[in-house]
């Protein structure tokens, strides 16, 4: 199946800072990413979708200038959190949509503010 | 609104002990449905992808079905290293070069004892 890597895997950091977070489709080009957020037993939270080449769209309630979001190619998302506080801590994983259709998803990345 | 129901909730297996669960979905005109698995602390593993009522798919002791308002995931003679969350998930009718924002139901934790 087709394959789609986040690094790093795990981050920590200081509150304040700025965290990016990558998230590669490995074996196809993906124009569609999405981000995700998960918290404990939870369900994944869709925080924004990811065109290449355009504007990020983001969910109801997700602050587009603190999760900033760029798809500069067609294999690469980035997701900065910027001035991050430790409510942004949490597991945020990435997907990639081949041939519009299914979506597969990046292992995650565990962010701990402190 | 697309609505993904999942039960049970969670589900306790003796190793061999064949079950299903089960996937409910109210959605108008779906274009497909998906089934992925969750270990702790990943992203979730792509299993399947539903398409129209009377498909079935079969990957080594998992089968998914799927009917005009719901699907099955089939788990026969389940092995420990199966427990994980099993979650099913709907793309928005709307049509688009993108499936979009996933539905996802709440999931089914699957526990498969020795």
């Known amino acids: 199946g087709a394959v789609v890597s986040q690094h790093p895997s795990w981050v920590i950091c200081k509150s304040g800072t700025s965290v990016k977070i990558e998230c590669r489709s490995l074996?196809?080009?993906?124009?569609?990413m999405f981000w995700y957020r998960q918290f404990p037993k939870q369900s994944l939270m869709l925080m924004a979708t990811?065109?290449?080449?355009?504007?990020?769209?983001?969910e109801q309630g997700v602050e587009k200038d603190k999760f900033l979001i760029n798809h500069a190619s067609l294999t690469l998302s980035t997701l900065t959190v910027t001035s991050a506080h430790p409510e942004d801590s949490s597991f945020y994983i990435c997907?990639?949509?081949?041939?519009?259709?299914?979506?597969?998803f990046g292992p995650g990345t565990r962010l701990l503010v402190l | 609104e697309d609505q993904v129901t999942q039960s049970p909730e969670a589900l306790r297996l003796q190793e061999g002990e064949s079950s299903s669960l089960n996937c409910s979905y109210t959605?108008?005109?779906?274009?497909?449905l998906f089934w992925y698995r969750q270990d702790p602390g990943k992203g979730p593993e792509f299993l399947f992808t539903?398409?129209?009522a009377g498909e079935e798919k079969e990957k080594e002791r998992l089968k998914a079905t799927l009917t005009k308002k719901e699907s099955f995931l089939h788990i026969t003679a389940p092995k420990p290293e199966d427990s994980a969350t099993y979650l099913c998930?709907?793309?928005?009718?709307?049509?688009?070069?993108?499936?979009?924002?996933?539905?996802f139901g709440q999931g089914t934790i699957l526990t498969v004892h020795p």
């Open positions: 959605v108008s005109g779906l274009r497909g």
């Open positions: 074996d196809f080009q993906a124009t569609t």
């Open positions: 990811s065109n290449e080449g355009s504007k990020a769209t983001y």
């Open positions: 997907s990639a949509e081949q041939g519009q259709e299914t979506q597969y």
């Open positions: 539903l398409y129209s």
């Open positions: 998930a709907v793309p928005p009718r709307a049509g688009g070069t993108s499936y979009g924002k996933l539905t």
